[in-house]
């Protein structure tokens, strides 16, 4: 068996565990032609699903709430407000630590000049010219085709449009790679259950079975520091807690593990280009 034959093998595997009204779903949009749009505007249900693809793409935008999106050996994190570009074939798996969770998902196809340029996962940011635009799409789904030839044109005009203008998210793209050594994951691992507590090197390395160095270099290897990625998973931590509304963004910063609001706002600003009350308006609006 050829790894491409395995992971077939693994994917149609998982598929199946899925109970039967997201087999069925799934299995609708695999049918996907040229010249339909469908639209699902749903909650929890939505999200964790076992690793699947679709032959068509797939467009997720968080109304609210936030979303983990695992494409092949990375996950990426996509916060309220924001969608995710997921190009056919690619195989991925939907999750979010969030209570309360709302998404839009489109899934069309583009000619195939089109749809390779746009290829690569992206996070993007959902203005409130897009927002206006996508709100309108969703409801006049859950289909769409061509039997209404111009809204159908209209809504491949807008994918297309949104794809090449708006901003990518300044979140760093650079979640550590699944099939990472053992030891890595045990360190972060540690980290995820201790964000809200002062971390030390010294510790992450002990609960790691390792020496500080060892650590050190085995982060390097991930193309980050162990700082940045305590950091990042900080910001992205405060994100979700963001996109629950129930917490001040002081007792935010205290809960994920900073010092003190400066420190949060500026780390916060460095990561998502926005500091956390502009960012909590956004959400708000």
Known sequence: MTPKDHKDATVTAEYSVMNEEKCRFLHQVDQLDQGCVIIRVTGREGVDLAPHRHHCIQMVETVAGSLHVTVGERE????????????????????????????????????????????????????????????????????????????????????????????QLSLPLRGINSESSPTLRKAMAYLHKHLAFSIKADDVARAAGVSTRTLSRLFSESGTTLSDYLCYQRVIRSLELMADNTLSIKQIAYDTGFSSPANFNRAFKQVTGLPPKEMRLRHRE
Request: glycine share 4%; hydrophobic share 40%; proline share 7%.
């Open 76 to 167: 990426y994190f996509v916060p309220e407000g924001y969608s995710c570009w997921i190009s056919s074939g690619m195989t991925h798996a939907l999750t979010s630590n969030n209570r309360k969770i709302t998404l839009r998902i489109y899934y069309f196809q583009l000619p195939p000049h089109e749809a390779e340029a746009f290829k690569p996962f992206s996070v993007l940011y959902v203005c409130p010219w897009a927002r206006t635009n996508l709100s309108f799409i969703a409801k006049r789904g859950p289909v769409i085709d061509k039997s209404d030839a111009g809204f159908y044109s209209f809504c491949i005009s807008f994918f297309e449009t949104f794809r090449k203008v708006e901003r």
